[in-house]
């Protein structure tokens, strides 16, 4: 809605038209916009798949057993990681599913 009014146009606002008025010239053009825009729609980019070529993996090596000084043998644990800490308690956790005594050797770099 247009909020600036010319002289006659408030006149009639307030008072009403008393006597028939000249048809005014409104000096503001607005453009017509249409209400409905239609919008073709945009396809969505494939994800590409990332390279399986290299994964950071860390290899953790074990010894574990469950006689206290008993026999122990040696476990080789693969970790998806950069982070040899994580890699080492991931490896010492599914260790602990087998097994009662678990102790760290190394952890290397593939």
């Known amino acids: 809605m247009n909020t600036e009014l010319t002289e006659d146009e408030m006149?009639?606002?307030?008072?009403?038209?008393?006597?028939?008025?000249?048809?005014?010239?409104n000096s503001h053009v607005q453009d017509v916009v249409p209400?409905?825009?239609?919008?073709?729609?945009v396809k969505a980019p494939k994800k590409k798949k990332a390279s399986i070529g290299f994964t950071p993996r860390l290899r953790v090596t074990?010894?574990?057993?469950?006689?206290f000084e008993g026999k122990m043998h040696e476990m080789v644990h693969e970790a998806?990681?950069?982070?040899?800490?994580?890699?080492?308690?991931e490896a010492t956790k599914?260790?602990?599913?087998?097994?009662?005594?678990v102790e760290v050797i190394s952890v290397k770099s593939m």
Do not use: C, H, Y
């Not at 998806?80 to 308690?89: H, P, Y």
């Not at 599914?94 to 005594?101: I, M, S, V, Y």
């Open 11 to 25: 006149r009639r606002a307030l008072f009403g038209e008393s006597e028939s008025p000249a048809p005014a010239i």
């Open 35 to 41: 209400d409905v825009v239609i919008v073709q729609p």
């Open 62 to 67: 074990l010894r574990v057993g469950n006689e």
């Open 80 to 89: 998806d990681t950069l982070s040899s800490l994580v890699a080492e308690q």
């Open 94 to 101: 599914t260790a602990r599913k087998k097994f009662r005594f």
